[in-house]
């Protein structure tokens, strides 16, 4: 469980708890069960992180919205697009083993997370990552419901594969940019879940 989680869901239960205690039962039980929703939500559960060499994990649950070469900052890179729904874990995760070498983040609007604009207009955050011979863009982008976009680390931190580094609240998007020598492992429409499911190896 995310910490910050029972923060959110203390609200809803308390006065759901409230309501029942004086015989408003349709009223409690609406919010108690808005406040184990996002108890839900906040979860956080363990991954197994694969141990093969050069591949890119998953950072984030979700399903696969699309894979494209795209160019940023002069750089061509392979970009793997997924979509995180209110019912995915948001815990975001490092795709690679590195040392974050930039973070930039962008204000933006919020579009619905999982339409093409959502990439180049919506609030952002994007996180280079150097390591493993190679270099890996994370970018954490907010959707329609989501409005705060956490990143739990520094610039210079030096992170495991896998590991945990943020989340975006409620629904949201993320890509991973990197280098098209890459052979992409995964398919549009496919689900995958965050520091678990290999999106690319070396070839």
């Given amino acids: 469980m995310v910490p910050s989680g029972f923060k959110f869901a203390a609200l809803p239960l308390l006065a759901g708890g409230v309501f029942l205690w004086r015989d408003g039962w349709l009223v409690g039980a609406l919010l108690l069960g808005l406040g184990v929703f996002v108890l839900f ?6 991954r197994r992180v694969p141990e093969v060499a050069g591949a890119i994990v998953s950072p984030a649950d979700g399903r696969v919205l699309g894979i494209d070469q795209v160019v940023l900052a002069g750089t061509p890179y392979t970009r793997v697009s997924i979509f ?9 995760r490092a795709p690679i083993a ?4 930039a973070v930039q983040y962008r204000p933006g ?7 093409a604009a959502a990439s180049r207009e919506n609030e952002n955050n994007e996180v280079t990552l150097e390591g493993e011979g190679t270099r ?13 976009i956490e990143f739990w680390k520094k610039l210079g931190d030096e992170l495991e594969r896998g590991e945990r580094l943020g989340m ?11 280098d098209s ?5 995964v398919a549009s429409g496919e689900h995958v879940r965050g520091g678990s499911s290999i999106l690319a190896v070396q070839e």
């Fill in 168 to 178: 975006i609240r409620f629904g949201s998007r993320v890509e991973v940019l990197f």
């Fill in 109 to 115: 609007k919020f579009h619905v997370a999982s339409r």
């Fill in 41 to 46: 939500f906040f979860r956080d559960p363990d």
């Fill in 98 to 101: 590195g040392r974050i070498a």
């Fill in 181 to 185: 020598h890459y052979r992409v492992r």
């Fill in 84 to 92: 995180l729904s209110l019912f995915d874990v948001h815990v975001n």
């Fill in 136 to 148: 890996v863009v994370l970018k954490q982008i907010a959707g329609l419901l989501a409005r705060r």
